[in-house]
């Protein structure tokens, strides 16, 4: 019969599941925030001695109850579980590495299923990992690894036939072999038959512990090295050519930072101009072209059969159009403007975005800015490709015809997004009549490229709106509402500091930071930046806002968060969790270069939002 104490306490348990938690490598420092938070609050905590060194301990209370489960068996350290559990006592099971890893979790967890006991898992720092970081290697490398193989060879206890170490090192990945010095000989055969003798391997022992060992060595010399060393336990044999590169600090560089390769967070910036050809008197003028214009690229029609190894030839000059055309800044046409018209007008997207189209004609005698003439450049390319062959540039925009300002060359200078280009015409049609119109500047960011003469007056509340024939610009982060005419031209000037909880969504995060910015009366067009603590260097659901919106993210230690000045709203629960007093909020004034707080925290239950204005007035 179940009494009233014993209730409350199956109450109580149902608050504190089992934890089984990851110790990391060795170093006490090296376990997870959140696994230091859970000894801390443990009340038992029965660990792995044979592995987990005792120094890992030292986060839990004095009167926590500690126990050895090197000399148990799994029948007794249920029961530990179970008594502990039944008192409404905390437990956390201590494993080395990360649990999910050569753990032994799983039957345990089985065990306390069956008598209803929940668990939950925190996961940690494995040691493949940690000699990784103590060697200062990458195991995938682009177009040298790509895959990790974490294994063992087969001993006592046996792997699955189709998970021998000899089917896995056919692949020559990188390979990190765990519990297996004990059969380095064995090792050392599959190694260097798959690898080469000489391949570089290493051994690591006891990586992050002060007994660490790291020795470089090959397959060939392994066994021997091993039994010098004396190496018998807690040691792991690592192989693979990213091993190589890095012992031996090889030439390598990624294409991730390349400044000619895109992803989400930045797109590709490829200055080089794109020459294309597709007759022989063609060719010979892109030649003379390229010699006075270095950061050109040659494209030739496969059918002139011109061997250049500067060139790239093409079979289908449609096909390799629609593959290029946003790859480069720009384009100059050596043929007929009627066929680069017909090819081109799949690929136009938009006048802010599209790079500069040029057309020469085969002779030599004009050089005509045909697409994005503005914004692209293809006005000045135009012009420049013109002094290089004697040729006359024609420039058909009606602001460089009439010799007057162009407001999208003006926003562009000073660095100002154009929110709305389609208002561009109104602008620029006032600079050619001599028509004035409203100007909206507080920062007087366009004053100086602006003659007064243009300017009817400054913008007021409601003035525009009223007479939808006059035309204006607004120049500012704030959210405003006019009629077409008016353009908006955002400055970057706003950072979005964001805290969330771990596995929010991407949805979550974006409508809160949408709702934020509305309810705030802020552009979202200004918004150049996201800062956060380093702790969710990994939180997938902010990653894909960030690449959603294309804004980078800045991330921050809580040593450098802890030294923001200006900070609203701290937060005594932040703190208990990560180590700050704010996360959302001094990340957005680190981000923006110590800029003001204009929009303190807003919270919902997994979402914080702040925003700070940079200084960008130069």
Same mark, same amino acid.
């Given at each position: 019969m179940k009494t009233e104490s014993t209730i409350k306490n199956q109450d109580e348990c149902a608050l504190k599941p089992v934890i089984f938690a990851g110790a990391g490598p060795g170093d006490p420092e090296l376990i997870t925030v959140k696994g230091q938070h859970a000894l801390a609050d443990a009340d038992l905590v029965i660990y792995a001695g044979s592995l987990v060194p005792e120094a890992v301990l030292k986060w839990t209370k004095p009167e926590t109850r500690v126990l050895n489960s090197a000399p148990m068996n799994l029948e007794e350290i249920i029961d530990e579980i179970e008594k502990a559990y039944e008192k409404g006592k905390q437990v956390v099971r201590l494993h080395t590495g990360d649990p999910s890893l050569y753990g032994a979790i799983f039957e345990q967890i089985a065990q306390l299923d069956k008598k209803s006991i929940p668990c939950k898992v925190i996961p940690g720092v494995t040691a493949a990992f940690a000699a990784a970081a103590a060697m200062g290697i990458e195991y995938t490398l682009p177009e040298v690894s790509q895959t990790l193989i974490l294994t063992r060879m087969a001993g006592r206890t046996p792997v699955p036939e189709t998970e021998s170490l000899e089917l896995l090192a056919e692949h020559k990945a990188s390979m990190v072999i765990y519990l297996s010095i004990s059969v380095v000989d064995k090792v050392a055969r599959v190694l260097e038959k798959a690898y080469g003798k000489d391949a570089t391997c290493a051994v690591v022992y006891c990586v992050s512990q002060p007994e660490e060992k790291i020795i470089f060595t090959n397959p060939e010399e392994l066994p021997e090295i091993v039994r010098k060393e004396k190496i018998a336990r807690q040691a792991l044999i690592i192989?693979? $050519?990213a091993l190589d590169i890095g012992n031996h600090k090889k030439k390598y560089k990624s294409k991730l930072y390349d400044k000619n390769f895109s992803h989400g967070f930045r797109k590709k910036k490829n200055d080089k101009i794109? !020459?294309?050809? /597709?007759? %022989? $008197?063609?060719? !010979?003028?892109?030649r003379k072209i390229t010699k006075s214009l270095p950061d050109a690229r040659l494209h030739f029609s496969a059918d002139l059969n011109i061997n250049d190894i500067q060139a790239s030839c093409f079979e289908r000059l449609s096909d390799a159009i629609a593959t290029d055309f946003h790859a480069h800044t720009g384009h100059v046409f050596i043929m007929s403007t009627g066929i680069v018209v017909r090819l081109i007008a799949s690929c136009i997207q938009n006048k802010t975005t599209d790079p500069a189209v040029v057309v020469v004609d085969e002779?030599?005698?004009?050089?005509?800015? !045909?697409v994005s003439g503005h914004l692209g450049g293809a006005n000045s390319l135009a012009i420049k490709v013109a002094e290089l062959i004697g040729a006359d540039p024609v420039i058909t925009t009606a602001t460089d015809v009439n010799q007057t300002p162009a407001i999208d060359v003006l926003a562009k200078q000073? =660095? !100002? &997004? /154009?929110? =709305? %280009?389609?208002?561009i015409k109104n602008i620029n049609m006032a600079f050619i009549t001599g028509k004035k119109f409203y100007l909206h500047d507080p920062y007087k960011l366009l004053r100086d490229s602006i003659s007064p003469s243009h300017i009817l007056t400054d913008f007021k509340k409601g003035q525009i709106a009223e007479n939808e024939d006059i035309p204006g610009? &607004? /120049?500012?982060d704030a959210l405003a509402y006019f009629s077409k005419k008016v353009l908006r031209l955002r400055p970057g000037s706003l950072v979005a500091g964001i805290g969330c909880n771990r596995n929010t969504t991407m949805k979550e995060i974006k409508d809160f930071f949408e709702e934020v910015l509305e309810g705030s009366k802020l552009a979202i067009a200004s918004v150049i930046r996201i800062a956060t603590i380093n702790l969710k260097a990994d939180e997938a659901g902010l990653i894909a806002f960030a690449e959603e919106l294309k804004l980078p993210i800045s991330f921050y230690d809580k040593e450098e968060l802890n030294r923001a000045d200006g900070i609203k709203s701290p937060s005594d629960m932040v703190e208990k969790h990560t180590g700050v007093k704010s996360v959302c909020e001094a990340a957005a004034i680190l981000a923006s270069k110590n800029g003001k707080l204009i929009v303190p925290k807003h919270s919902t239950r997994n979402v914080t939002v702040a925003i700070a204005r940079t200084s960008f007035i130069s």
């Open positions: 192989i693979g $050519k794109a !020459l294309w050809a /597709i007759t %022989p $008197k063609g060719a !010979l003028l892109a002779i030599g005698r004009y050089a005509v800015s !045909l000073h =660095n !100002l &997004f /154009i929110e =709305n %280009p389609e208002a610009v &607004f /120049i500012d």
